[in-house]
Each structure stands twice: as C-alpha cells, then as structure tokens.
C-alpha cells in the first residue's frame, strides 16, 4: 500500500470513528475535518468534496458490511438464518448513523453529484456479487433477481426504520419477507400460519 493511499485510508477511518460518535449528515467540511483531527484541505486533497468524502464513508461501511454477510455464510445452515443474522446486523442501533448517511448519499448519487460518480456502479452490484458468494458457501442456488430484490426489501424496510418506523413493526415485516421468500423458493416449506 502506498504512503497516499496508507493515509487516504487512516483519515478515513478516522472520520468513519468521528461519524459513528457524532453523525456527519448534518455537518460542514470543517466540522468534519475538526472532528476527526485534521483539516479540511486534508479532506479535499484525498476526497474531491464533501460528497466525494461521504461517498468514501458509505463504500466502506457497505464493503464492511458485505465482509460480515460472507463471513456469516460460513456459519450459516440455512438461507433463512443467513437472511436474519444480516438483518440483525445491518439494522442494529449503532449502524443507523450510517444507514441515514448511505440513503443522503443515495440521492446524492441519484441527482448526479460531483464526487458520487464512482459509487454509481457500486451501491447493488457488489451486493449481488457478494451475496451470489454467500449462497454458495451454504449450498443454495441464486437468482440475480431473487438477490435484488432482497437487497431492495432491505433497503426499503431500512428506510422506514431510519425515518421513524417502529423497529419491532419493520423487524417483524422483514421476518414475512424471509417467510414468503422461503415459500417461494421451497414449496416444502409450510405457510406461516402453518408454523
């Protein structure tokens, strides 16, 4: 690793440390650049822009996040618990900083921002890729479909819980979503009522 990109990535981090204790959504550059000791010239140098940073924060929040699921697979016996170890993990309290801060970056991917262009490609492609690996660490066969739309149920479900939702209410639909999900792909497996 070269000594720029050695230092890219400590600021990073950093600032990732600096976001999960006081969030960033609503922050300047320099308060940014404060609160994770360095300057905001330091910041421009190695991000482009206040969009380019937080393009940077969701990337690595999301490739940490794709990291777990993978090594969940590996523990996992079934898609099912694979489905809600992910869910237990991506929704938990101390991530939605991060979530609230990957649906701003969305839109400001969406709306073609300066600074977001790379993260265009790399917001559900990874996803997919990654959880294709996963399902066959457990066995099973994957759909590019069936993963999309998991990946959007998610996301959505995910949202909701960011704006207020109850989390016990999108727990609980997220757990239907499994339930239909394992309908659709076994019909071996009995109806919810069933259970």
Avoid: C
């Avoid at 393009?55 to 996040?65: H, L, M, W």
């Avoid at 170890?85 to 101390?94: A, D, I, K, N, T």
């Avoid at 996301?155 to 999108?170: F, P, S, T």
Wanted: glycine content about 8%; charged content about 25%; cysteine-free.
């Amino acid at each position: 690793m070269s000594e720029e990109v050695s230092a890219r990535a400590q600021l990073l981090e950093r600032v990732i440390a600096f976001a999960a204790a006081e969030g960033i959504a609503d922050k300047s550059l320099r308060e940014i650049a404060r609160g994770a000791a360095t300057s905001h010239r330091m910041l421009l140098y190695h991000f482009g822009s206040r969009e380019g940073l937080l393009a940077a924060i969701v990337a690595a929040i999301e490739a940490q996040q794709r990291a777990v699921m993978v090594a969940m697979a590996e523990q996992a016996n079934t898609p099912r618990e694979l489905m809600l170890g992910l869910w237990g993990e991506v929704s938990r309290e101390e991530l939605r900083p991060f979530v609230k801060l990957f649906f701003e970056v969305f839109g400001l991917v969406a709306q073609g921002a300066p600074g977001t262009e790379g993260l265009r490609e790399t917001l559900t492609q990874p996803w997919l890729t990654d959880a294709a690996e996963a399902a066959k660490v457990i066995g099973v066969a994957s759909d590019p479909a069936e993963l999309r739309v998991g990946v959007a149920v998610s996301r959505g479900l995910l949202l909701d819980l960011v704006a207020g939702a109850d989390y016990a209410e999108i727990d609980e639909a997220y757990r239907r979503f499994v339930d239909l999900y394992e309908r659709a792909t076994d019909p071996g497996v009995p109806d919810v009522d069933d259970r």
